[in-house]
């Protein structure tokens, strides 16, 4: 079946560190790749997506790359604001339509 | 352009009652998702409409049901509420897409149930 492996959190950085939260998955087939964060109270927004091997997503400053040999899409920013403070999931789309969500990363960026 | 919006935006029921949520999709949207967000098992897929029709259904019980309107509107209803039935849920929309089709699905804000 499909699963997704997000690094545990909480992640604490200072505000303009570099970010790196690493995702990886387990599916049949060639899902579409996504990243979604989810600030307090709120819903999920789209941060950004991948449909195929080497896409690069990209929004707001984050990236992420879709590579099919080490079967990852680890997000990245390379000067994060305390703004961006919020859980970051990691989900793929196969057969079926169904989003499965990795377990999420807490974010905290401190000033 | 309106997202997707959900109602109500909490929802406090007994145990044994029975829950209706509701759910408007974006403009132009005709596949509906549900997801159930609960504390410690993470977001969960729980049902998929397009074009009025149930698509797919994730492992929930068949007290979990819903349907979707002409208007692409949809509910979810939950029977026999139970207190592990307490939770975020949250629904999605996306362009009418096909079984295995890769369009990004765009969430609500969620309505959470209290099952008391």
């Known amino acids: 079946g499909n699963s997704v492996t997000q690094m545990e959190g909480p992640v604490t950085l200072s505000e303009e560190a570099f970010l790196t939260i690493n995702c990886t998955y387990t599916?049949?087939?060639?899902?579409?790749l996504f990243w979604y964060v989810q600030y307090p109270g709120e819903g999920l927004q789209l941060l950004l997506k991948?449909?195929?091997?080497?896409d690069k997503g990209s929004n707001k400053g984050f990236e992420a790359t879709y590579r099919k040999e080490t079967t990852s899409f680890h997000l990245e920013k390379g000067s994060v604001q305390v703004s961006d403070s919020a859980v970051y999931f990691c989900?793929?789309?196969?057969?079926?339509?169904?989003?499965?969500f990795g377990g999420g990363t807490r974010l905290m960026v401190k000033p | 352009e309106a997202g997707v919006t959900q109602s109500p935006t909490h929802l406090i029921k007994t145990r044994g009652q029975q829950a209706t949520l509701r759910c408007s999709p974006i403009?132009?949207?005709?596949?509906v998702y549900w997801y159930q967000q609960a504390l410690g098992l993470g977001l969960q897929f729980l049902l998929w409409?397009?074009?009025?029709?149930?698509?797919n259904r994730g492992n929930f019980p068949p007290r979990f049901s819903g349907r979707q309107f002409p208007n692409y509107s949809s509910e979810l209803n939950v029977n026999a509420l139970e207190l592990e039935d307490s939770a975020l849920y949250l629904c999605?929309?996306?362009?009418?897409?096909?079984?295995?089709?890769?369009?990004?699905?765009?969430f609500g804000g969620g309505t959470r149930l209290s099952i008391l």
């Open positions: 409409y397009d074009e009025g029709e149930e698509r």
């Open positions: 991948a449909t195929k091997a080497d």
């Open positions: 989900a793929l789309n196969n057969a079926g339509n169904m989003l499965t």
């Open positions: 999605a929309s996306s362009p009418r897409t096909v079984w295995g089709g890769n369009q990004p699905q765009h």
């Open positions: 599916a049949t087939g060639y899902p579409s």
């Open positions: 403009s132009g949207h005709t596949s």
